[in-house]
């Protein structure tokens, strides 16, 4: 999905893989401090990783932000998600385009890596579903990936050569903010976007992303 907002990004300087760990308020300024101990300095901040951890990288930075809006924005909620990449065999029996959702058992979501152009060689990923990814999270991630590779196996077949299990903390949001964003601090500017904001799965993010880009070139010098 990084393909969308590569081909928006061309011909713009880009920091990319760059850990903020605080957002402070500094005058007219927002100051983002890094994780390697270096500073960046903006006159607008568009956030939109998931709320959680916008509120703690803000917390980090020792922002006031109103109460009341602070508690609302607790209340988003996220499912969690343990997903399996598989390195198959020979190529999965996904019927194509190369997706298929699920409503059985462990598994809530399987992709043909292969088809969908994302691997040179007969590959998978496998979701769980959120019950599972639940369940067990606190389970070691490679032992915790086997019954749902098992019960993948009228799909992708017995040949999985090698596999990886990773979990997402915040993944689909399941109880979303009621705008596509929301403005925590106009001048300097702070506006909070995403997932959560615009509703689930890349639609709502690129809805929440226009809208944010919306509310800053509507502000005073910005155009």
């Avoid at 308020?25 to 951890?53: H, Y």
């Avoid at 298929?100 to 292969?114: H, K, M, T, V």
Wanted: net charge neutral; aromatic share 6%.
């Amino acid at each position: 999905m990084s393909a969308l907002a590569k081909h928006a990004a061309q011909g713009i300087a880009l920091r990319l893989e760059t850990h903020v760990s605080a957002l402070s308020l500094e005058g007219s300024s927002w100051c983002a401090t890094l994780k390697t101990g270096g500073m960046i300095r903006a006159r607008a901040v568009v956030m939109t990783v998931p709320v959680p951890q916008a509120l703690a990288i803000l917390s980090a930075g020792s922002y006031v932000m109103d109460p009341k809006l602070r508690s609302g924005l607790e209340g988003v909620e996220y499912e969690r998600c343990l997903a399996v990449m598989a390195i198959l065999g020979a190529p999965s029996w996904v019927a194509p385009p190369g997706g298929l959702l699920i409503d059985e058992g462990p598994i809530a979501w399987i992709a043909d890596n292969q088809q969908k152009g994302l691997s040179t060689v007969p590959s998978a990923t496998i979701h769980a579903n959120p019950g599972y990814s639940l369940q067990h999270w606190e389970d070691e991630r490679r032992s915790a990936g086997v019954p749902w590779l098992e019960a993948a196996i009228p799909w992708i077949g017995t040949g999985v050569k090698d596999y990886q299990v990773q979990g997402w903390r915040y993944s689909k949001p399941i109880r979303t903010w009621v705008e596509t964003c929301v403005m925590v601090h106009a001048s300097p500017t702070l506006i909070l976007a995403g997932d959560a904001f615009g509703g689930p799965r890349v639609e709502g993010a690129a809805l929440s992303g226009w809208s944010a880009a919306e509310a800053l070139l509507a502000l005073p010098g910005c155009a």
